[in-house]
């Protein structure tokens, strides 16, 4: 499930810097500030599935003891 999340936030990764760079070749300001907000949003949500890779690992450690 966690990988299919990565993938999911890599395409909406690649499509935000597709929309940055239409933008800034047609001058459509908000076109590249709309890439540039869906590129955050994937980092954003590529940095919870680490936490939350983080803490079922953490999770495990502990009941194995």
Do not use: P, R, Y
């Not at 890599?10 to 070749?25: M, Y």
């Amino acid at each position: 499930m966690a990988e299919d999340n990565k993938i999911e936030n890599g395409a909406e990764n690649l499509v935000g810097k597709a929309k940055e760079f239409g933008g800034k070749v047609t001058g459509d300001s908000h076109l590249e500030a709309e890439g540039k907000t869906d590129q955050v949003k994937a980092g954003i949500k590529d940095k919870v599935e680490d936490v939350k890779g983080a803490v079922s690992g953490v999770a495990d450690s502990l009941k194995k003891d």
